[in-house]
């Protein structure tokens, strides 16, 4: 199982970007998929989830507006595009994958995305994003 993200950057307050993640290993939809990320001096925290059991895409309180989470399914392959950037995005983004969708939903939908970390059994290795004021 392999998740490989890219697209992190150095931009300026108010920019965009887009990451990308592409997976292989594993039958894309049995998997829900989730972007996190980890600013310096913090724990991870869960910013969206595609839970492919009832199609939903979920995202932290502190995100909705700004990011969107879409993905060319039949390339294995999602994305975060961020909108509006903000110097308190600056953080390690990563994609995770995880089997039991019926328990990540579970979590997403009843205590939110930012609830979501152990159940996620697959990491990739983070694309950096920097964002200067």
């Known amino acids: 199982v392999q998740l490989v993200e890219s697209g992190g950057d150095l931009v300026q307050a108010g920019g965009s970007l887009r990451l990308s993640c592409v997976t292989s290993?594993?039958?894309?939809?049995?998997?829900?998929i989730a972007w996190f990320r980890q600013a310096p001096g913090k724990e991870r925290e869960g910013i969206s989830v595609?839970?492919?059991?009832?199609?939903?895409?979920y995202y932290a309180p502190s995100v909705v507006g700004r990011f969107t989470m879409s993905g060319d399914y039949a390339k294995n392959t999602v994305y975060l595009s961020i909108s509006t950037l903000e110097p308190e995005d600056t953080a390690v983004y990563y994609c995770?994958?995880?089997?039991?969708?019926?328990?990540?939903?579970?979590?997403?939908?009843?205590?939110?995305?930012?609830?979501?970390?152990?159940?996620?059994?697959?990491w990739g290795q983070g694309t950096q994003v920097t964002v200067s004021s």
């Open positions: 995770a994958a995880a089997a039991d969708i019926f328990t990540v939903g579970m979590i997403a939908r009843s205590l939110g995305v930012t609830a979501l970390r152990d159940e996620f059994e697959f």
């Open positions: 290993g594993f039958t894309f939809d049995d998997y829900a």
């Open positions: 595609r839970t492919n059991n009832d199609g939903g895409i």
